[in-house]
């Protein structure tokens, strides 16, 4: 079992800046990806960006430039800067975390956290 536990949502003006953190508990060996989605009201969920244990990260298009994920490993904490926000960035943001127990793939959700961007 994993408990993820979020923070850094808030209210920012358009151009303006945040950043998020997760951290993960539990039992679990180490982490394979750590990521965040993202769902706007009406919208589908949608990938922001993840990072793997090694570092390697992927970004949606939308936030290439903007945002940055990076992680702590020795804190299996995950944070998400994001940048020169604009109001569609708005939504409510999920942390995720993906690990492999011999054959068994384990995927948990944070419970989400409120972006609202001002224009």
């Known amino acids: 079992q994993v408990q993820l536990v979020e923070s850094g949502g808030g209210l920012v003006q358009a151009g303006g800046s945040l950043r998020l953190s997760c951290a993960a508990s539990?039992?679990?060996?180490?982490?394979?990806?750590m990521g965040w989605y993202r769902q706007a009201p009406g919208k589908q969920r949608e990938l922001v960006a993840t990072?793997?244990?090694?570092?390697?990260?992927t970004y949606a298009d939308s936030v290439k430039g903007r945002f940055t994920i990076s992680r702590d490993n020795a804190k299996n904490t995950v944070y998400l800067q994001m940048n020169s926000l604009k109001p569609e960035d708005a939504a409510a943001y999920f942390c995720?975390?993906?690990?492999?127990?011999?054959?068994?793939?384990?995927?948990?959700w944070g419970q989400g956290t409120q972006v609202t961007v001002s224009s």
């Open positions: 990072i793997n244990y090694g570092g390697t990260t």
């Open positions: 995720t975390v993906k690990y492999t127990d011999g054959d068994v793939l384990y995927d948990y």
């Open positions: 539990g039992t679990f060996f180490w982490i394979n990806v």
